[in-house]
């Protein structure tokens, strides 16, 4: 009886945050990563053609069954709100299929009864096509693979094969792969300059160290909306980096420090180097001096000392702050937003379009998944790496 | 001595709810524009004295576009906005969608009583704006006169803004490239029209900052980061008149659009915001807004009655319009997606 | 033992030391710079001042923009604060009860929110609320913003925790004090830096919350932040300067305030014990 009573205590305690937790974080990732692969809104308009449109495969044209259902439910959709998420869902597949499917609703009821085929192709020859009907398809539901296979710039053709989005619609891998490559530029970047700081700070007696930490710990504590505001502040056109560079004489024209790559790196790596400094900082201060020392002592020079005794010993903080800023840039918004330029936009930035601007749950669930997968990676192999350091110790 | 802060804490916690809970329901008449000059000109021509005229209390916001934003408000069944000032293709295919309550045209005065353009089921026109070349004259020493001068880095040296996005900025690139302005459209509809549009616009890209709100134009503009810009013409004169600034434009090969008042479906005030439609497309309350706001009127006898100092910086301005094009909604609808995606692809390169 | 240093290595320890100086330049030049900007008499954002003005304060204070913003912000952070911190406290006493697997699993979902880049959970959260209504609420914005604030809170009660010595407690209970009374008047007020700096830090998470912020606020929750970033996209005035230099002082306050229990934590620390 004493055993149980404080197992049942702890899960009571826990209880509140664990369902909290489920409610605000787990259901509402789960919900959006599910809506990257549904596809319902064509299928809730038309039912009944959906459902002949799987059946069909995709050869030359639907059977005159398919088509008749098609007309039967134009005409009951006529005027609905379903019937304009079926177009835009469409459209985002072929533009210009809006405008085709509200168009083609309104004539029905000028064109005299006949073959269902002949009906659609006389109030406009796109119906005789196979490429628009292979559309429909492909939006038929439920279930579908359009929204992750544009995340990583692929498609489906008319026949169903795997293709490459065409050059200039493919924008994502592009983008991937750059917040990949600015996050690594500004980890590394924030580590060549945290690492000193950090075992200065750590190899300081606490009188110095101390005061000198607390300048480290207010920018941490500082919001980014503030430490960016004063980058924008700087690097502008006649701002005070400019301003500065010109009266001492090193450049005559101002240099485009904004609303590009450079100052985008320049203010995530001072966004993110307190991320870095502080796990290095507190790992460092385990070690302590005695190892430097004792390997000095047996006949090693400083830098000896440090690449073979000191560096090994810090890697666990070097990992942690590596990862921390890594993790913590890849999915970062504020700053490239407003002091990136057009090309230097992340993920990031095309998950808020998605979801603000178009409601495309398709997409943000898309990106999001593929965003995740990617942080999950990272701590996965960080915590197999942190594991094996500390069994090889 | 926690015990009792704990509870105090839930207290407000529960009364702080209720508070909340209450105010949703008995929400304020919310008016929704797109911020800067003209929504303060909205202020002062319609909000203020609409309030002071009825008793109605109003709340003001602002926004950049943006249909799913309307669609998440409406979906959700209690929409928190009422009246929203929306651009003329979320009008039309939100209409389709459903979002929008439908308006009594005979309260409004009839169709008649408006430019054709202003006249649909779901919504009202508002305003007529448009998007021109603007630049600042006291910093350039030649005067450009086209899109064509907007590509000239040599002549006018210095950096470029346009707006973030395919709209506006593929027509400008086409007239840039010498497409007459009757032929942007057609020209745009095909293929190679916009592979056209695209290269045109490569040979400025390292020399473009991009805008996403309406204001931004006029900054970038007097802080001297751009040359040159395709701004909103409303915000171009309303600087000059307030903050002083020599900013100019010129008209040929502007695009005119008109926005449109729209009720979001479900609104609780449906009725307060009907009646603030109506008293905002009145001639005697319309007429007033041009000479303040530099947009021009859609209630036909408001623009015979507006301010005729203000004329020529109208965009309904005869001559001005003479030398203009219009935004063409159907092609929007039909190809923003497309456009946009590729738009953002080529922008990401 | 003495080691005469050579040449190569003075000099490496010299520019070492040099460029530390510049990374902490680097760090804190920024901000401190854009402080005198705010009390600029000119209106615009460059040196040399034009004179000494306190109108972008004035401004600060009497907007019908930023104060409204302002206490959007403290409203909402407060709330999201008081929520944080019981569950987070909560869940950190449970958790310090359990072992093995279900420990590590429940700690890893607790620390999720900090791992999950904020824009997906701004995304989803959007999802959720905007089927349920909850866009565009108070109640939304302080649920979400005690979601990111939960997790500090489990982190330093957690650490406060492993230096806390049973021993007291089962003292207390062995004369006489029932459970709940050993808790309130031995383990709480031993743990209460730990809670304090943990609501610390969930009140800063929620004060500077901005993307989550940006998915779900309509204009009437506009907060501080929020209203920063509004401004920075649309108009440098200097009042933004001012904003900036208020919320800066704010976080040295609270910077202040969680080093000061630190040091108190650490002296009640029993001797001995694992220090985190």
Not at chain 2, 55 to 83: C, F, H, K, Y
Not at chain 3, 182 to 190: G, S
Request: proline share 5%; glycine share 8%.
């Amino acid at each position: 009886m004493r055993c149980v009573l404080p197992r049942l205590s702890a899960w009571l305690l826990v209880l509140p945050l664990f369902l909290f937790s489920a409610g605000t974080f787990v259901v509402p990732i789960a919900l959006m990563l599910v809506r990257s692969v549904q596809d319902p809104e064509f299928a809730t308009a038309f039912p009944q053609t959906a459902v002949e449109l799987r059946r069909w495969d995709g050869q030359g044209l639907p059977g005159r069954a398919a088509m008749g259902h098609f007309i039967a439910e134009l005409r009951t959709a006529r005027g609905t709100e379903r019937l304009s998420f079926a177009a835009n869902r469409l459209n985002a597949d072929t533009s210009g299929f809006r405008s085709l499917l509200l168009r083609t609703t309104r004539m029905l009821a000028t064109v005299e009864e006949g073959d269902p085929a002949e009906m659609l192709a006389r109030i406009d020859p796109r119906w005789a096509e196979p490429a628009t009907w292979a559309a429909m398809r492909r939006a038929a539901g439920p279930f579908t693979d359009y929204f992750l296979l544009a995340a990583l710039d692929l498609q489906r053709a008319d026949h169903g094969a795997l293709i490459s989005v065409p050059a200039d619609r493919a924008v994502f891998v592009g983008v991937f792969l750059r917040t990949l490559w600015v996050s690594g530029l500004v980890t590394l970047l924030c580590l060549l300059l945290g690492y000193p700081l950090a075992y200065l700070l750590a190899s300081l007696p606490s009188k110095y160290a101390n005061p000198l930490l607390i300048l480290v710990l207010i920018p941490f504590w500082t919001s980014v909306l503030v430490r960016t505001t004063a980058w924008i502040v700087l690097l502008q056109r006649d701002g005070l980096v400019n301003t500065l560079l010109c009266q001492i004489g090193l450049i005559e024209q101002p240099l485009a420090l904004i609303y590009n790559r450079t100052g985008v790196v320049i203010a995530m790596v001072h966004v993110l180097l307190p991320l870095m400094i502080l796990p290095l900082y507190s790992v460092m201060k385990g070690i302590g001096r005695a190892p430097m020392l004792a390997a000095m002592s047996l006949g090693a020079r400083p830098a000896e000392a440090f690449l073979r005794v000191y560096l090994p010993q810090s890697a666990a903080g070097v990992g942690a702050g590596c990862l921390l800023v890594f993790i913590s840039a890849l999915g970062y918004y504020v700053t490239p937003e407003l002091i990136g330029g057009g090309g230097d936009q992340m993920i990031s930035s095309f998950i808020a379009f998605f979801t603000n601007r178009t409601t495309n749950w398709g997409m943000a669930g898309a990106l999001s998944l593929i965003l995740l997968l990617a942080t999950g990676l990272l701590y996965i192999a960080y915590a197999r790496l942190s594991r094996g350091m500390r069994l090889a110790r | 001595m926690i015990i009792a802060l704990a509870k105090r804490a839930i207290g407000a916690l529960a009364l702080a709810a209720g508070l909340v809970a209450g105010t949703a329901s008995a929400r304020d008449l919310t008016v929704v524009g797109w911020g800067g000059s003209s929504q303060a000109a909205q202020q002062k021509v319609y909000y203020r004295p609409f309030t002071e005229q009825t008793g109605i209390p109003m709340l003001e916001d602002s926004w950049s576009g943006g249909l799913g934003i309307l669609r998440a408000r409406v979906q959700a069944g209690n929409p928190t906005w009422d009246v929203v000032q929306v651009e003329a293709d979320e009008l039309q295919i939100g209409c389709d969608e459903g979002l929008y309550e439908r308006l009594d045209w005979a309260a409004l005065g009839g169709r008649e009583a408006f430019i054709r353009e202003a006249v649909s089921d779901c919504g009202v026109g508002a305003v007529v704006w448009s998007v021109g070349l603007a630049y600042d004259g006291s910093r350039l020493r030649d005067t450009p006169a086209s899109w064509a001068d907007f590509w000239d880095l040599q002549r006018f040296p210095g950096k470029r803004t346009l707006r973030r996005g395919p709209k506006y900025t593929l027509e400008i690139a086409l007239m840039s490239d010498g497409v007459p302005a009757s032929e942007v459209y057609r020209v745009l509809r095909t293929p190679a029209g916009v592979d056209r549009a695209f290269r045109r616009l490569d040979q400025i890209r390292n020399n473009v900052v991009w805008w996403t709100a309406g204001a931004q134009p006029g900054q970038l503009l007097a802080s001297g980061e751009v040359a040159m810009a395709a701004a909103y013409t409303s915000r171009m004169f309303a600087a000059r008149r307030d903050d002083n600034r020599d900013f100019r434009v010129v008209w040929k090969g502007s695009i005119y659009a008109v926005d449109h008042w729209v009720v979001l479906r479900g609104s609780p005030n449906r009725d307060k915001a009907l009646r603030l439609i109506q008293f905002m497309t009145r001639p005697e309350h319309q007429s007033r807004f041009p000479g303040l706001s530099f947009q021009g009127a859609t209630n036909l006898q408001a623009a015979r009655q507006a301010d005729p100092t203000v004329a020529t910086s109208l965009p309904t301005h005869p001559d001005n319009l003479a030398v203009a094009i219009p935004l063409d909604v159907d092609f929007w609808v039909d190809n923003i997606e497309e456009l946009t995606q590729r738009f953002n692809a080529w922008a990401a390169r | 033992m003495r080691m005469p240093l050579a040449a190569a290595d003075r000099v490496l320890r010299w520019g070492l030391l040099a460029l530390c100086v510049a990374v902490l330049g680097f760090l804190i030049l920024p901000v401190l710079a854009v402080i005198p900007l705010s009390f600029n008499a000119g209106s615009f954002l460059t040196y040399p001042l034009a004179g000494f003005s306190a109108r972008w304060y004035l401004d600060f204070f009497t907007s019908p923009r930023w104060l409204p913003a302002l206490s959007n912000s403290v409203f909402i952070g407060a709330f999201a604060t008081v929520i944080a911190t019981v569950l987070g406290t909560a869940a950190a006493l449970g958790l310090d009860r359990m072992g093995g697997l279900p420990r590590q699993v429940l700690s890893a979902l607790f620390l999720m929110p900090v791992v999950v880049p904020v824009v997906v959970i701004g995304s989803s959260l959007y999802g959720l609320f905007a089927a349920l209504g909850l866009t565009a609420s108070y109640i939304g914005l302080i649920l979400a913003h005690a979601l990111l604030g939960a997790p500090f809170v489990v982190i330093t009660v957690t650490a406060t925790l492993s230096g806390f010595d049973r021993g007291l407690l089962r003292a207390a209970l062995s004369l006489g004090a029932t459970p709940i009374e050993a808790f309130r008047r031995v383990t709480l007020p031993l743990i209460l830096p730990g809670i304090v700096s943990g609501a610390i830090f969930a009140f800063a998470t929620s004060f500077d919350e901005i993307v989550v912020t940006l998915f779900l606020a309509s204009p009437q929750q506009r907060t501080l932040p929020l209203q920063m970033f509004d401004g920075v996209r649309e108009q440098i005035s200097p009042t933004i300067t001012a904003a900036a230099t208020l919320l800066f002082l704010i976080s040295m306050l609270l910077v202040g305030v969680v080093e000061l229990l630190r040091r108190r934590t650490e002296r009640l620390r029993i001797p001995g014990s694992t220090v985190t």
